[in-house]
């Protein structure tokens, strides 16, 4: 069956707040379980799609991106509208894009970018309160600037990767650029890479707020990269501050 | 009892989607709810608050007023940390100031600008879903923006006083500004007026929106005030978008 169908690119924004992550998991509810369910209403059978990540409970989605392959002929735009039509306001298509045979999200992914929000009003606002981690305390956010592109290299980042799974035995990987800047109240903190490990995003942002609170300096990142150790790194921040902007691919016309 | 303790100022923002709205209610989250609860923990003993009105389920604040009188000596920022250390994320007091006994805050109220955020993108950002309505459909929004400042006024609004309440014998009130603004993809109304009736707000937006449609024409609103016929106006709006920004009350040098 595979081949005769057509291979769709979705790309896709979501508030991850009340989703249990973006992997399908039986019992829960899940942003690629709620797509699949929508495409499977299109379809008329059942449709697996392929993310280019997993993101974890909590985390949202300004550009993740899926792919999938589907027999019903429907026109892109058409997908589009279908698909936001079946799927609850807090998961939209941002487009649907026709992909050539055999484009998979995860493997030909080339890059990812994240971004993590830090709010440092005195007062979070509501509305803001589920996109954000709230940091009204005092710190060092110089240090923090000048830290942040101390974390960028092909290296390896066993010391950011979280314990609650095994990490995977290369666990080497390049980011491009790690940059923090201030934007009136928000802290943002943005890192572009090859590819992440489990929590590695919330990992460096924990170890940037422990430089700005005096507990690290930036010239303790080499020996926390050399100590391969997650204990060596600062904790994860919680997941409500991050996002997953985009994803990268070699162009395909699309 | 009355008139022993300090009389408070509190100024409140919240998110509404998940309350009831402000006014106390049995077996329901409101926000007056969990606002004189977490006023009852540091009062030791209940607290009766007066919001400068209510808004309904749904309806967000960014400057919601709430007076109320505590015998408990606290000093002004202490009182607001304490509060936004016992209310959700979803309600924050963001200022906490002493009032001059007797202050009031419904009846002392001078006037409440109150703002409605209509989204025009062909999708609707999921981190905007529950704050704005979306309405990507054509709108003649030239018209709109015309019709806006013809609700300006000493009036009898009655035909956009919703019929699910007994409307008060006098429904004259004064629209001080009434505008229609585009910012990006934002369509924003602020009004600000002396008082609204149960609705007023939602109503006289969705009375734009049939502008926008062409259902109506800026010539038709002179009729419509004249009718003092809910029927005549246009159907009220979900209260998703709508933000009371803020509520007016003499200086006493807070």
Known sequence: MAGLGQTWKLTLAYDGT???????????????????????KIEGQPV???????????????????SCELQC???????????NRLLPPAVRVTSADRAPAGFHARHHALA???EYRINRASVCPPIQARYVLWHP??????????TAPLLEGTRDFRSFASHSREPPENTCRTVF?????RGGDLLVYRVRGSGFLYRMVRNLVGTLLEVGRGNLAPNDMDRIFAARDRQAAGPAVPARGLFLTSVEYADFGA
Chains 1, 2 share one sequence.
Request: glycine share 10%; charged share 20%.
């Open 48 to 66: 697996r799609t392929v993310g280019s990540g997993r993101t974890d409970a909590g985390v949202h989605a300004l550009g993740q991106v899926a």
């Open 177 to 181: 650029s790690s940059r923090l800047e």
């Open 73 to 83: 002929p429907i026109p892109a735009q058409g997908l589009q509208k279908a698909l």
């Open 112 to 114: 990812k970018t994240y």
């Open 137 to 146: 305390y005092p710190l060092a956010e110089a240090a923090m600037v000048e």
């Open 18 to 40: 009340d989703y249990s992550g973006w992997q399908v998991q039986p019992r829960r509810a899940t942003v690629q379980g709620v797509l699949e369910k929508s495409l499977a």
